[in-house]
């Protein structure tokens, strides 16, 4: 049973630029969420999914935007990329009745030049 | 808005040596309450959780911790640790009526010696 993917692993954008990150949930698991974690700090929460729509936001300005499809996967989109936004992305997923156990997936790592 | 704080950013014990690692939250409301883990090249894996009940929970490997709500408390324990719990371990806190939002600790970087 596959856990959380995510892809690519690494990616190298410039400033100014836009990128995709894509997750796929743990078989079984309908609710997606999307952390940032800047080196040296802990993961912070961006946004999450459920039924295909944004249900909760963190404090992310609203260059970060995202989409669920109805096999339950997901993106994180960043429009005008900024040197700030170098970190890992994290996608964890959960399944809407469990008792709140999310499971986190390897993450993308951005560098923004 | 809710925050954790773990105090001791890095940590360095050796083998055998007792551990607690400190996390406190602020938010006034019913909580549950996380530890993670990050092993060195992979990802977040849960150790332990507190939703209700028990305040004393144990979770995999060994690990304990405690909730302690006077102190807005959550701390970690292992009575002996090993070479392989070298890690990264962090807090995590959601409110129980919105358990989909994590805030997390900025972590504390554990390096056991063998």
């Known amino acids: 049973d596959a856990g959380v993917t995510q892809s690519p692993t690494h990616l190298i954008k410039t400033r100014g630029q836009q990128v995709t990150l894509r997750c796929s949930p743990k078989?079984?698991?309908?609710?997606v969420s999307w952390y940032q974690q800047a080196l040296g700090q802990g993961p912070q929460f961006i946004f999450q999914?459920?039924?295909?729509?944004?249900?909760q936001r963190g404090n992310f300005p609203d260059r970060f935007s995202g989409h669920q499809f109805p096999n339950y996967s997901s993106e994180l989109n960043v429009n005008a990329l900024l040197l700030g936004d170098s970190a890992l992305y994290l996608c964890?997923?959960?399944?809407?009745?469990?008792?709140?156990?999310?499971?986190f997936g390897p993450g993308t790592r951005l560098t923004v030049t | 808005a809710q925050s954790v704080s773990q105090h001791n950013h890095h940590v360095i014990l050796s083998e055998a040596a007792s551990l607690e690692l400190g996390c406190n939250y602020s938010?006034?409301?019913?909580?549950?309450l996380f530890w993670y883990v990050q092993y060195p090249g992979q990802h977040l894996q849960l150790l332990l959780k507190?939703?209700?009940?028990?305040?004393l929970v144990k979770g995999i490997k060994g690990f304990e911790a405690e909730f302690i709500k006077s102190k807005f408390s959550f701390n970690l324990r292992k009575p002996s640790v090993q070479w392989s719990d070298t890690a990264e371990y962090f807090c995590?806190?959601?409110?129980?009526?919105?358990?989909?939002?994590?805030?997390f600790g900025s972590g504390t970087k554990l390096n056991v010696k063998p």
């Open positions: 507190y939703f209700s009940g028990d305040p």
């Open positions: 964890a997923s959960r399944e809407s009745g469990d008792s709140y156990e999310q499971y």
């Open positions: 995590a806190v959601s409110a129980s009526y919105n358990f989909n939002k994590f805030y």
């Open positions: 999914y459920y039924e295909e729509e944004e249900r």
């Open positions: 938010y006034g409301g019913t909580v549950n």
């Open positions: 078989s079984g698991h309908d609710t």
